[in-house]
């Protein structure tokens, strides 16, 4: 047989359902209350997508820089 978890006590549990969602890890809140992608936000992200390239500096930060402007082929920031 195996063992059941120990239950958990109240305080934890109202923690892990109210307070989690917003002071925690993205992944730890909960899914359901997501709203779905509108056709809108796929278009603007698809927009941004093709006007903009992300580049990465040498201390590992990253930068945007609209395409065209010639700074992502010199490595400059913008």
Known sequence: ??????????????????LL???GPAEVGDSRRRTPVTEEQRRRA???????TRLTRPDGSTYL????????????EA
């Open 1 to 18: 047989m195996t063992q059941a978890e120990p239950r958990k006590s109240r305080s934890m549990r109202l923690t892990e359902r109210f």
């Open 65 to 76: 820089v609209a395409r065209g402007t010639g700074d992502e082929a010199e490595g400059r």
């Open 21 to 23: 969602p917003f002071t």
């Open 46 to 52: 698809t927009e941004l997508d093709a006007g903009l």
